[in-house]
């Protein structure tokens, strides 16, 4: 095991922070870690908004479902899909690129640099002692934080990330079985083999809740999922998507 491994296994949702913002030279250095991730064939589709005004926060951190750490914290980023530098791309080369921009395979590729870079971003901050906590209540109404963050067209806020200096550790919160997440050669589709590991999961989530909360709570992880996934949420997002010029062919 050495250090790198061992932050990114020890990892953990930070929801308090102290009265401590970020310094230039650490918000740099989280962007320069979020820009060394991987890109797509070096397409780099996504930006990131540093937000540090009071009244945007608190703004965002109702957005969010009045989420008081997205409010209170040393650094709020958010993690945009961007392909709006690469319509001035086609201005600059003259070129038509429109067909492939409003592409669903572009799209993806938007999602997964921008995910990629803020993963890089995390790791980043936790290694210097800092904590993070990703913010996906930010897509609850997306027209807002888009109007408040003055994106133009192509570009789509996905999640926000809140960075500082923990006030307090939360547990470590227990991960799916490895053999239910990693197959090898195929996809191992046995039923009986998931239902017996997810059976066995949510002993272990329950005792988790149970301990936790000090009794107040012992529900499983697949009731969780199955409450959680019962009222389908941000149905708005695909109209949302289309109407910023994506995933159209």
């Not at 990629?116 to 897509?139: D, F, H, K, P, T």
């Not at 807002?144 to 960075?163: D, M, S, T």
């Not at 002993?203 to 019962?230: C, F, P, V």
Request: glycine share 4%; with cysteine.
């Amino acid at each position: 095991m050495n250090q790198v491994i061992d932050l990114i296994l020890n990892h953990r949702s930070i929801r308090k922070f102290e009265e401590q913002l970020l310094s230039t030279e650490q918000i740099e250095t989280i962007v320069k870690s979020a820009q060394a991730a991987s890109t797509s064939s070096f397409i780099q589709a996504y930006s990131i908004i540093g937000v540090k005004n009071l009244d945007a926060k608190r703004k965002l951190a109702e957005i969010a479902g009045n989420q008081s750490y997205v409010e209170s914290n040393g650094h709020l980023f958010v993690f945009c899909a961007d392909l709006h530098r690469h319509e001035l791309v086609a201005e600059m080369e003259n070129q038509d690129l429109m067909r492939s921009l409003q592409s669903t395979e572009k799209f993806m590729v938007a999602l997964i640099d921008a995910s990629l870079a803020a993963q890089n971003a995390v790791i980043a901050a936790e290694s210097m002692g800092l904590g993070a906590c990703y913010i996906g209540g930010l897509r609850n109404n997306l027209e807002a934080v888009c109007e408040l963050l003055k994106v133009p067209q192509r570009v789509i806020p996905l999640f926000g990330v809140v960075v500082g200096y923990p006030a307090q550790q939360t547990d470590k919160k227990p991960r799916l079985p490895l053999e239910n997440v990693y197959h090898e050669e195929t996809y191992q589709p046995s039923k009986e083999t998931y239902e017996q590991q997810l059976k066995e999961y949510n002993e272990l989530i329950s005792e988790y809740y149970h301990e936790r909360t000090n009794g107040k709570r012992k529900d499983t992880w697949t009731a969780q999922m199955a409450q959680m996934l019962h009222s389908p949420k941000r149905m708005y997002m695909k109209e949302f998507v289309e109407k910023k010029g994506y995933n159209l062919e």
